[in-house]
């Protein structure tokens, strides 16, 4: 496994403002992944962070209000740009390990995000 | 993309009884991943499936994947407190999406003592 961080674990934000969460891990990964959590509901992929290269988004996700940096293969930020009170959600970074592509992944402790 | 389709959305047991969540899908699967997430804390892997038929045994924990590769289980036998948490099932899309995980609703499990 990884030790995984995130910071900051909790902000409360006015709207409009911005917030960059940082994601920290022990080791190498090719692979880094964003996720969403709203209060009592599953997890929704918001992009794929890659190293060297722009992220992958998915459907119902835009670069402009989820910028994505991913400086070397154990760093990654997302900002969460220009923010309203449905932007309040946890927030979770995970990697996947293993050379062989396993599949699992592991999850950073999350940052709650409040938008007042 | 893949969809996964999960239930119960809650269940309460009491300690001791048993405790099962389905997972099931419309396609078929390539893989099918189990995860809990404690009250306040973040997913935790459990364990991956791949194989049709596939079962596998975690202590309490029992995992299977369907034979057409379009559902699975996780069945708990004798629930304890510290079984408490939200149960994902996941799966990951193969090919170039691979890495990509869809998630199923959760189950919700409460243990009264």
């Known amino acids: 496994s990884a030790v995984i961080s995130q910071k900051p674990s909790r902000d409360i934000c006015q709207r409009g403002t911005s917030l960059t969460i940082q994601c920290q891990v022990d080791s190498q990964v090719t692979m880094m992944f964003w996720y969403r959590q709203q209060p009592g509901q599953s997890l929704t992929l918001i992009a794929t962070?890659?190293?060297?290269?722009?992220?992958?988004?998915e459907s119902g996700f835009v670069i402009d209000k989820f910028p994505i940096s991913r400086p070397n293969l154990t760093f990654s930020t997302l900002t969460v740009s220009n923010m309203s009170p449905e932007d309040s959600s946890i927030y979770l970074c995970?990697?996947?390990?293993?050379?062989?592509?396993?599949?699992?992944?592991?999850f950073g402790p999350g940052t709650r995000l409040t938008v007042t | 993309g893949q969809q996964v389709m999960q239930i119960p959305q809650y269940q309460h047991v009491q300690e001791g009884e048993d405790f099962t969540t389905y997972c099931n899908s419309s396609?078929?699967?390539?893989?099918i991943q189990w995860y809990k997430q404690r009250p306040g804390g973040h997913p935790v892997f459990l364990i991956q499936?791949?194989?049709?038929?596939e079962v596998k045994k975690q202590k309490r924990l029992t995992f299977q994947f369907g034979e057409a590769k379009k559902n699975s289980s996780l069945h708990i036998t004798a629930t304890q407190t510290t079984d408490v948490g939200t149960y994902f099932c996941a799966s990951n899309a193969g090919g170039t999406s691979y890495g990509k995980l869809t998630f199923g609703q959760g189950t919700i499990l409460t243990v009264h003592p």
């Open positions: 499936l791949v194989k049709s038929g």
């Open positions: 396609t078929t699967l390539s893989n």
């Open positions: 995970s990697v996947e390990l293993g050379l062989h592509r396993s599949g699992e992944q592991y």
């Open positions: 962070a890659n190293q060297g290269s722009e992220a992958t988004y």
